[in-house]
């Protein structure tokens, strides 16, 4: 399962959590030197933090008087529908399908209290399947003891990754149709500057 949890939930039920089966830390508070302890199995991944702007809007309580609402939306949606976003959510997806561990997003407590529920939707809208393996984490660990010991069966697995295959394939031809889009916008521009021809007499 893969379960989205603050780093206080983390630092306060860390024991509890990595006893029921392998599993795996993201660290994605965006911090400079992880505030995290220091275990073995413990990654990076920055494209799931939230950016520290979206974060600090919070920190005034007048936000929405000197916010640009739009905007707000704006950094939003260029986060969680980003392609950055959408490439980690796959490797996240891929690490727990992998061995079916319990894989820990740890995200900063303003970002986990704000936007917990647009992270789900996110990674939803990113892989369908993932409704049925992502997991908020309650503060209150012991809610979700059945989804930390849950072993997924071998031809549930095997779904998945039928998913993740196809899911990556369709990024593979985007990415492609995008290089392509983009190389010929080039090529037009070029040749609508005649190559500098234009500056001969």
Same mark, same amino acid.
């Given at each position: ?11 306060? @039920? ?19 030197? @992880? ?44 986060? /969680?529908?980003?392609?950055? /976003? ?40 990113? /892989? ?23 072993? /997924? ?49």
């Amino acid at each position: 399962m893969i379960f989205l949890l603050s780093e206080k939930i983390w630092n306060k @039920s860390k024991k509890k959590l990595v006893e029921p089966k392998n599993y795996i830390i993201v660290d994605a508070t965006d911090s400079d030197g @992880s505030r995290l302890d220091k275990f073995t199995n413990l990654v990076t991944i920055d494209n799931l933090a939230l950016p520290p702007k979206l974060i600090h809007v919070f920190d005034d309580e007048s936000f929405e008087e000197i916010m640009d609402m739009d905007a707000l939306k704006e950094m939003e949606d260029k986060f /969680f529908h980003g392609p950055k /976003f959408e490439a980690a959510v796959m490797a996240v997806i891929s690490a727990f399908v992998d061995e079916d561990i319990n894989v820990f997003i740890i995200i900063r407590n303003k970002a986990y209290a704000a936007w917990r529920k647009k992270y789900k939707k996110a990674f939803i809208e990113v /892989f369908p399947k993932a409704s049925n393996f992502f997991v908020i984490l309650s503060k209150k660990v012991s809610e979700n003891e059945k989804d930390l010991y849950f072993n /997924f069966s071998s031809p549930e697995l095997e779904e998945i990754k039928r998913g993740i295959a196809k899911k990556e394939k369709e990024m593979e031809e985007r990415t492609k149709k995008a290089k392509k889009k983009s190389k010929d916008k080039k090529k037009k521009k070029k040749w609508k500057t005649g190559l500098g021809f234009e500056d001969w007499d």
